[in-house]
């Protein structure tokens, strides 16, 4: 039998390094990361883009990619992203922030990073839930959603409604480009990949502040196996922060995004 040679149909992003992540098995931060990787690669931007890390899952997200980057104190990403990008700005700068660093203790310097029309970029991974302190309930846990701090459920009497970042910062004249997108299946990915690279190219215009939120799974948090955590987050998420465009500006949209 004649010995078959096998095309190979996804290799490693440059951008990616070889290692073990210390994330949970099922978890979707490592989809994100490849996106993001696979995105820097094909715009040539890897050895002039920083990262600026969070504090939460992805503290150490520095350490999976073959890029500079930088720790910044619990929530504050923005707020160096802009220093570094005023400073620097021929670099690509991107903040790459959860759901708790960014909507909790970092809606103040999200809000006016956006408000400002900073040239940065942000990938918000939302998965309605604190992962890496123990699944406590964060500002986007959905109303009837169980964690360790809500075991009954999120009572939106006390503990209000969930906060949908994507529309609140769209309404800000800064921003440029602000759109949804999810990981729960390789259609969602492939969207989530695209819009990722329109970000990207909003910033090498020098368009303003653009951000990719990207509904993700936890399963440990959230009780299941990682395929129900799939199902869950398109069955109950998608409802309740619905994927699209929330704001491109006529520039973004004269570049082709």
Known sequence: MANLMMEPVYERPAALEDRATHYCPGCTHGVAHRLLAEALDELGLREQTILVAPVGCAVFAYEYFRIDGCEAAHGRAPAMATGIKRVLPDRTVVTYQGDGDLAAIGTAEILHAAARGENITTLFVNNAIYGMTGGQMA????????????PF????????????MSEILAQT?????????????A????????????????QQAGLGFSMVELLSSCPTNWGMTPLE????????????????DYQVSEAVRALGG
């Open 139 to 150: 500002p986007t846990t959905l109303p009837g959603q169980k964690t360790t701090s809500s």
């Open 153 to 164: 459920g999120r009572n939106t009497a006390q503990a209000g409604f969930p906060l949908k």
């Open 229 to 244: 955590a799939l199902r869950w987050l398109e069955s109950e998420m998608l409802p309740a922060y619905p994927l699209g």
């Open 187 to 202: 259609r969602h990915i492939n969207q989530a990949k695209k819009a990722i690279l329109t970000a990207l190219r909003v």
């Open 173 to 185: 004249p800064g921003a440029a480009y602000i759109v949804r997108r999810s990981l729960h299946d």
